[in-house]
C-alpha cells in the first residue's frame, strides 16, 4: 500500500530555517503529484506547495512562495519542503500529500497522506 512518511520537525526559533522530508513508498513515484499542506492549532489544513512527477512544476500558496520550496527526488521517491524566515505563524502540522489524478490547493484532490511532522516556532 501506499505509504508516506513526515521527517524533519522540531522546535525553532524566529528566523530559522528547517528542511521536512517525505518519503513514498508502494507508489510509481513519477506518476504522483506531491504536495505539502499544514494544519494550525484550529484552523483547517492548508496547501503550501505541490510538485508534479514528471515535469516538475512547481505551484505555491501565494503567501509562502519565495520563503518555502518544494523539490523532489524521483530516484529517491522523497519530497522536501525547505522553509525560510519562520515565525510563530508558521508553527503547525506539516503534511505530505500525493495525488494520482491532477489537483491544485484542495486537500480532498489528494488520496493519500502522512501522518504529519510538527513545526514550532517560538522564541
Known amino acids: 500500500q501506499v505509504r508516506l512518511a513526515e521527517t524533519g520537525g522540531g522546535l525553532v526559533r524566529p528566523g530559522d530555517s528547517l528542511r521536512l522530508s517525505c518519503s513514498a513508498s508502494?507508489?510509481?513515484?513519477?506518476?504522483?503529484?506531491m504536495a505539502w499542506f499544514r494544519q494550525a492549532p484550529g484552523m483547517e489544513r492548508s496547501f503550501i506547495a505541490s510538485m508534479s512527477g514528471e515535469t516538475f512544476k512547481r505551484r505555491y500558496a501565494d503567501n509562502l512562495e519565495g520563503r518555502f520550496l518544494i523539490s523532489r527526488d524521483n530516484a529517491k521517491n522523497t519530497i522536501t519542503l525547505q522553509m525560510n524566515n519562520l515565525t510563530p505563524e508558521d508553527t503547525a502540522v506539516y503534511y505530505c500529500?500525493?495525488?494520482?489524478?491532477?489537483?491544485?490547493?484542495?486537500?480532498?484532490?489528494?488520496?493519500?497522506w502522512g501522518q504529519g511532522t510538527q513545526v514550532t516556532v517560538s522564541s
Open positions: 500529500a500525493a495525488s494520482q489524478y491532477p489537483a491544485s490547493l484542495q486537500d480532498w484532490e489528494y488520496q493519500y
Open positions: 508502494g507508489l510509481t513515484f513519477t506518476r504522483f503529484l
